[in-house]
Antibody
Framework: EVQLLESGGGFVQPGGSLRLSCAVS????????MHWVRQAPGEGLEWVSG????????YYADSVKGRFTISRDNSKNTLYLQMNSLRADDTAIYYC???????????WGQGTMLTVSS | QSALTQPPSASGSPGQSVTISCTGT?????????VSWYQQHPGKAPKLMIY???KRPSGVPDRFSGSKSGNTASLTVSGLQAEDEANYYC?????????FGGGTKLTVL
């Protein structure tokens, strides 16, 4: 069974940093692109960032470009999201999702909550 | 990177059909056959229901179907069932990014 398990969420003050992790099991992690998608409380889904299977290609939403960095460690079957200069509007549940084709997210984790507040 | 446009709500009685639209531009929905639809029940992670405009993943009932015309994609749920009540989001590939719609709350009356 394929499983994606996010961790690392929590409470951070504005301007702070945090790193999210997504541990993947049940598939050959190194052969799939991966994404982060977030959902603010009571709001819709927002694509945040994506990374190719090898890690050489990374992509970001304008709202996080320059502040967030996506990366992966294929030896550890783990996806990461380093988040710096956090703002209140970054408050959301962050989901990691496996890429299928052309921006399709076919398997999702259960999410980890990030709260940015003073 | 503007969000795709979906109606905020839709409804139908059990057994009826409902169609949810998703409007983008020629840079996203109209430019690629990579439109997908996700179902999300409260407190749960999204679930892929349709990908590449009209393909269904294994396990998704054939009551769910997708189509596209120009810059507008549509999700049709036929034979509505109580468990179909959820939020539905469309998504489109847009080159180096991906866009979601604002979501449609589907109510089964």
């Amino acid at each position: 069974e394929v499983q994606l398990l996010e961790s690392g969420g929590g409470f951070v003050q504005p301007g702070g940093s945090l790193r999210l992790s997504c541990a993947v099991s049940g598939l050959t992690f190194s052969t799939y692109g991966m994404h982060w998608v977030r959902q603010a409380p009571g709001e819709g889904l927002e694509w945040v960032s994506g990374i190719t299977s090898s890690g050489t290609g990374t992509y970001y939403a304008d709202s996080v470009k320059g502040r967030f960095t996506i990366s992966r460690d294929n030896s550890k079957n783990t996806l990461y999201l380093q988040m710096n200069s956090l703002r209140a509007d970054d408050t959301a549940i962050y989901y990691c999702a496996k890429a299928l084709v052309g921006g399709t997210f076919d398997i999702w984790g259960q999410g980890t909550m990030l709260t940015v507040s003073s | 990177q503007s969000a795709l446009t979906q109606p905020p709500s839709a409804s139908g009685s059990p057994g009826q059909s409902v169609t949810i639209s998703c409007t983008g531009t020629s840079n996203d929905v109209g430019g690629y056959n990579y439109v997908s639809w996700y179902q999300q029940h409260p407190g749960k992670a999204p679930k892929l229901m349709i990908y590449e405009v009209s393909k269904r993943p294994s396990g998704v009932p054939d009551r769910f179907s997708g189509s596209k015309s120009g810059n507008t994609a549509s999700l049709t749920v036929s034979g509505l069932q109580a468990e179909d009540e959820a939020n539905y989001y469309c998504s489109s590939y847009a080159g180096s990014s991906n866009l979601f719609g604002g979501g449609t709350k589907l109510t089964v009356l």
